[in-house]
C-alpha cells in the first residue's frame, strides 16, 4: 500500500472517492467501503450478464454493503444475502443503487 492510498483509506475514502449521503441513488461502483444500498434496477443490456447477477442473487430490493475494494481499485467485494461477491467495476456500473 502506497502513502497516498494510506491517507485516502484514512480520510474515510478508497480510490478518491467521496462517500455517498444516504437517499442518493448512484451506480454501486461509486460507493466506499462499509457503505450499504438497496438495489433500485439493473442497467445491463446483456441478456447473459443480467442472468448472471439475477442467478448471484442482484435482484430489486435486496440490501448489499461494500466490503472491500482491491487496491487497484478492481474488484470490488460485495456482501449481500449473507454471503460474499467479487465482481468487478464494470458490472457494478450497471447496478443503481440508493444509499441506506
Same mark, same amino acid.
Given at each position: 500500500?502506497?502513502?497516498? =492510498?494510506?491517507?485516502?483509506?484514512? /480520510?474515510?475514502? /478508497?480510490?478518491?472517492?467521496?462517500?455517498? %449521503?444516504?437517499?442518493?441513488?448512484?451506480?454501486?461502483?461509486?460507493?466506499?467501503?462499509?457503505?450499504?444500498? %438497496?438495489?433500485?434496477?439493473? %442497467?445491463?443490456?446483456? /441478456?447473459?450478464?443480467?442472468? =448472471?447477477?439475477?442467478?448471484?442473487?442482484?435482484?430489486?430490493?435486496?440490501?448489499?454493503?461494500? %466490503?472491500?475494494?482491491?487496491?487497484?481499485?478492481?474488484?470490488? &467485494?460485495?456482501?449481500?444475502?449473507? &454471503?460474499?461477491?467479487?465482481?468487478?467495476?464494470?458490472?457494478?456500473? /450497471?447496478?443503481?443503487?440508493?444509499?441506506?
Amino acid at each position: 500500500m502506497t502513502i497516498r =492510498h494510506l491517507k485516502l483509506f484514512l /480520510k474515510g475514502r /478508497k480510490n478518491g472517492g467521496s462517500m455517498k %449521503k444516504t437517499g442518493d441513488i448512484c451506480n454501486l461502483s461509486e460507493l466506499v467501503v462499509g457503505q450499504k444500498a %438497496k438495489v433500485l434496477k439493473l %442497467k445491463e443490456t446483456n /441478456k447473459a450478464i443480467r442472468r =448472471h447477477l439475477l442467478d448471484m442473487g442482484v435482484t430489486r430490493g435486496v440490501i448489499i454493503s461494500i %466490503k472491500k475494494i482491491a487496491p487497484m481499485g478492481d474488484p470490488i &467485494y460485495i456482501t449481500l444475502r449473507d &454471503y460474499e461477491l467479487c465482481i468487478c467495476k464494470e458490472d457494478l456500473n /450497471k447496478i443503481e443503487v440508493e444509499v441506506l
